[in-house]
């Protein structure tokens, strides 16, 4: 009960500050994604067991995804189309598994295109925001990502990743910075694991 308070208090402090006059098409949220080569902002991270967790995230389309931790120094990183899993307190070698698997490819390709058939189940306009939820068409049965836009400028504040068997993680995500100089090495999977051994 505790935590289910904590993390809906965490979504309404840091979710929607900006207001959206009306939907956002899909070709408008292609063009954000095209436009968005790299971006950078803190985060908020709600599981589905009930845990938060925090850190920064950086994005470097196409492809691209690192996430640090705070507090445990847990690291995830996305690269090469893999997605790597470092435990600070386990082995070197971290969990693996192709970045195909996770609804996050959606948003990392090097084409987004919205209006593939099949791709979006979801396009909904609260007053506020714009909800779109996604899938792989070719593979529904990996999950969804349901992901909240405000406009003016439009902007990712949040994404909720559901995997094939219903568990659901919250990304709520602070101010962006966008257009930054990322080196490609802080998503090199092979030379963190150099790294650390």
Known sequence: MFRTFVA?????ALSLPAFAAEKISLQTLNKYFEDLKTAQAGFTQ?????????????IK????????YKGDGTL???SARSVAIFDPKGDPQPETY???RTPLWLILARDVDLTQNNTVI???????????????????????IQMV????????????VTDEVGSA???????????????NSVFDIGAEIQRRQ
Not at 8 to 12: K, R, Y
């Open 98 to 100: 192709p970045l195909k």
């Open 169 to 183: 993680t919250t990304v709520v995500l602070g101010a962006m910075e966008t257009g930054l100089m990322i080196r």
């Open 8 to 12: 809906t208090a965490v979504l309404t």
């Open 46 to 58: 709600i599981n589905g067991d009930g845990s938060i967790s925090a850190g920064t995230l950086m």
């Open 149 to 160: 836009f405000t406009d003016n400028p439009v902007q990712l504040r949040q994404w909720i």
């Open 61 to 68: 389309r196409p492809w691209k995804m690192r996430f640090e």
């Open 122 to 144: 979801g396009h909904e306009f609260d007053g506020n925001a714009t909800t779109l939820v996604a899938q792989d068409p070719n593979n529904p049965e990996l999950g969804t």
């Open 76 to 78: 995830v990183l996305a």
